[in-house]
Structures are given as structure tokens and as C-alpha cells.
């Protein structure tokens, strides 16, 4: 569930940008038509504005590359969930005897827990 949320707002952030790009690029369209009328000037200071919007873009995808569950659990980290699907996040959240399921870059380990070690 936390990596499908996870994935489901990069996917919406993805839209949005997306959908932002789509508008700048519009945006330069009339400059460029405006440009034509007014002079070099205006396409200028829309063409330095696109460019700043791109890097902007550039960014924020680097961001979310960095920010992947999947790129977490490539790296070695893993998701616990209890049976009902929670993540865990401690071991006060788990009890002997209970079924956890373990999800890892390339698969996912169930397993029963026999005792808890708290540091």
C-alpha cells in the first residue's frame, strides 16, 4: 500500500509537471506570435523564462529519481507489513506468533515472527 501511494503521487506529480510544461509551452507560442509583433524583447524574456522552468523541471525529476521506494528497495531497504497491510515501523507494532510480509527489490519473503529484541 505505502509503495502504491508512494508511486501514485510520483505519477500525479509526473501529470502535474507535465501538464505545467504543456503550459509553458503554450505560453511561449503566444510569446513567439507576440514576440513577432513587439519585437525580439518579449521572446527574450519568455525564452529566459522557459529555460528557468526547465532546470525548475530537471529538479524536481531528480528529486523524485531519488525519492523511489523502488530505488530504496534496490538499494537494500526493505517494506515490512503486518497482515492486515500496515507498514511496520517498530517492534512495538508487531507480536510473537504474528505473519509478516517482507517486500524486496526483486520479490517478497513472508514470514512468521518467533521473538522480538528491542534495543
Not at 8 to 29: C, P, Q, W, Y
Not at 50 to 58: K, N, P, S, W, Y
Not at 93 to 118: C, M, W
Request: cysteine-free.
Amino acid at each position: 500500500m505505502f509503495v502504491e501511494r508512494i508511486m501514485r503521487a510520483g505519477a500525479d506529480l509526473s501529470d502535474r509537471l507535465n501538464r505545467a510544461v504543456k503550459r509553458i509551452d503554450d505560453e511561449l507560442m503566444r510569446a513567439r506570435e507576440a514576440g513577432r509583433r513587439q519585437g525580439k524583447r518579449m521572446a527574450g524574456l519568455y525564452g529566459a523564462r522557459l529555460e528557468a522552468m526547465i532546470v525548475r523541471t530537471g529538479s524536481i525529476e531528480r528529486y523524485l529519481a531519488s525519492a523511489s521506494p523502488e530505488r530504496n528497495l534496490e538499494l537494500g531497504y526493505s517494506v515490512i507489513r503486518n497482515n492486515a497491510g500496515r507498514v511496520i515501523k517498530s517492534v512495538a507494532d508487531v507480536k510473537p506468533g504474528e505473519n509478516l510480509e517482507s517486500q524486496l527489490a526483486d520479490g517478497k519473503i513472508y514470514s512468521e515472527t518467533r521473538s522480538i529484541k528491542k534495543n
